[in-house]
């Protein structure tokens, strides 16, 4: 037996029980995002493909017979790519290899599968590369589009890859397949570089490798150390510290002497329609009044969710006489908080603090969850107790040139994050050993 792999286009295109034989590496780097209901959710509510700059672009892994040679002929790359081309490559690309697995006279046997994207763009990553795209257009050379292994809209450390457990390859045995493979599946995808983002560190440093510049990044992660309670938590921290976060909690919830805010926490049954409604609009809201457009995902979507992951979702409600003024999207598992979309139809010191980050610590405590990722960026969570935490992604540009001058800058990009996370880690409000 060999391998190949082939694109697919949508998750549609593998059956339930073809999913169901693949599972993450590494259960605790699982997540609730690389799952067949996330993804699916993604391409059905057309928060990907269609106009949006991420076009499916699946890796499928495959045994095979020696006999068949896997993948389809290669295309070399002709001049700039449009979102149109795009499109039509991946149905060209998909045609083909669909002849090859018919000419072959076997049926090929799913074993992995990799979530990729071809973006026409660099937004909605969290891992920012405008800078090699400016020098590629700087040199009249096409960046876009480029391939991504991603969870899209999701800085979240995960596996970029599922397995079948009882393939007889092992997780490190694949890796070295894909990256040998990179050059080809760019071809096929017209694509100029491939990127894998938000990967655990031992999954990038396999792919560091071989040919896959590693790139560092730094989120704040809260950590439960067998916490009781919030007030557990806190004793951790210096007697200062303690009392602002009091203040600030109680001040998010009282307006005046006799005005307060009411928050809940909804999980399961209590999602209802209208608690996703009153959701989306604070999410729209909020992104509209940031970024000028109504945010990357769709009431569609969040709607999906309510009926296809109800047991991985938490939403914390903000009320003021009785109306929902704010609201904050999380998922979980049995390991993880993740928090993910925040929005406020009405300004409330300290209230994005309290929805975001400390009912969220609640929560996992409440759970038993081992750790708390809220989100990428913001270094006001290092003094409510969220520590720094390296990320990792991978790239591969397919010009040796820039390949060469990418690696200078990020063995130089390297030094300095390093040096702001150790900075990071000396402002942490906990007490001195």
Known sequence: ?????????????????????????????????LSYAFLKGLEETKCVNGETGWH???????????????GTEEK??????????????RQNVVAASHDVIEASGSIN????????????????????????????????????????????????????????????????????????????ILKEAHASSFHSLFLPEYQSDQFAKDKLLQRLSVQF???NRGYNNFDDFMQQMTSRKRRSIRKERTAAV????????????????????????????????TYL??????????GEFFDYLQSNMQDNIMIVMAYHAEQCIASALFFYNDQQLFGRYWGALQDVSGLHFECCYYQGIDF?????????????????????????TFCYSNHYLQHPDFQAAVLDFLQREKIGIQQYKQQSESVLPFKQA
Request: hydrophobic share 30%.
């Open 1 to 33: 037996m060999a391998l190949s792999w082939q694109p697919i286009l949508s998750v549609d295109d593998i059956t339930q029980q073809q999913w169901q034989q693949l599972s993450d590496h590494d259960k605790e780097y699982s997540t609730p995002f």
């Open 56 to 70: 499916s672009y699946h890796i499928g892994i495959y045994e095979h017979p020696e006999t068949n040679q896997g």
């Open 76 to 89: 070399g790359i002709e001049g700039n790519v449009e979102k149109q081309d795009v499109i039509e490559t």
């Open 109 to 184: 046997r799913l074993i992995g599968f990799i979530p990729c994207y071809l973006k026409t763009h660099s937004y909605g990553e969290y891992i920012f590369d405008h800078a090699w795209a400016n020098a590629y257009q700087h040199h009249q050379i096409p960046y876009y589009p480029k391939l991504v292994a991603c969870i899209p809209f999701t800085p979240v450390t995960g596996s970029r890859l599922l397995i079948d457990n009882e393939c007889g390859y092992s997780f490190d045995e694949i890796t070295a397949f894909i990256t040998t493979s990179t050059n080809n």
């Open 221 to 223: 992660v809260w950590h």
């Open 254 to 285: 009282r307006i005046s002497e006799t005005d307060t805010v009411v928050i809940k926490r909804l999980t399961g049954d209590m999602l209802t329609k209208e608690v996703l409604d009153d959701f989306y609009l604070c999410y729209q809201q």
């Open 289 to 298: 009044k940031r970024s000028g457009h109504n945010g990357y995902l769709t």
């Open 364 to 388: 996992a405590i409440e759970k038993k969850l081992r750790q708390f990722n809220p989100g990428t960026q913001g270094e006001h969570k290092i003094l409510r107790g969220f520590e720094p």
